[in-house]
């Protein structure tokens, strides 16, 4: 599946409206409405903070104020266009007191988001599991090691009673080789599934 790779912005004057549109990659559907009241609240004195989203399996198009249709459905149609998912696109906009009419509206809209995506870093990505894997300190130097050679991400490490490391794991074969480093003095734990980019 194709996403962005960071949060995009772009700005958009038509007739003196200024349009913003951001681009946000999101793989979680529970923080849909976390990050748009982000946004909404970033852009409180904005005259429209028009949405329009595919993440996970949800999908929406809001017009916040503008004529039905014209600003959330152009904008999701573009995303849909570029086979995109796990993203937000909002476009703000601040009225510049000439009225663009419905047909202006729709094509100030898709244009937005359209000129945004050229900007963004568009990425294959794939889903993958997330791992915390516990180990005793004295295997870290040969275990870091073996991340290394089998080009497996950490993401992040803690150190308590043993090292814990937070893992991308394609390939689940690699526990046999912990195994076998560790003699079996090794837990492992299975956080999350996570769409990453393919490298």
Do not use: W
């Amino acid at each position: 599946m194709k996403s962005i790779k960071e949060i995009t912005e772009h700005t958009l004057v038509i007739k003196k409206s200024e349009f913003i549109c951001t681009l946000i990659p999101l793989n979680d559907e529970n923080k849909i409405n976390e990050t748009i009241g982000f946004y909404k609240e970033k852009y409180k004195d904005a005259t429209h903070n028009c949405i329009a989203y595919l993440v996970g399996t949800k999908e929406r198009a809001n017009d916040d104020g503008e004529p039905s249709g014209t600003a959330g459905l152009p904008m999701l149609n573009v995303l849909k266009k570029q086979e995109l998912s796990n993203i937000i696109a909002i476009v703000t906009r601040y009225f510049g007191g000439i009225k663009l009419g419905a047909g202006g509206l729709t094509r100030a809209y898709s244009q937005a988001v359209a000129e945004a995506l050229k900007e963004a870093n568009i990425v294959e990505k794939h889903l993958i599991d997330v791992y915390d894997v516990s180990l005793d300190y004295s295997f870290t130097k040969k275990f870091e090691h073996l991340l290394k050679v089998n080009a497996i991400d950490c993401i992040n490490k803690e150190y308590s009673d043993q090292v814990t490391y937070r893992l991308y794991i394609d390939d689940l074969s690699f526990f046999d080789t912990i195994q076998e480093l560790t003699s079996n003095r090794y837990t492992k734990e299975f956080i999350k599934k996570e769409y990453v980019p393919v490298k």
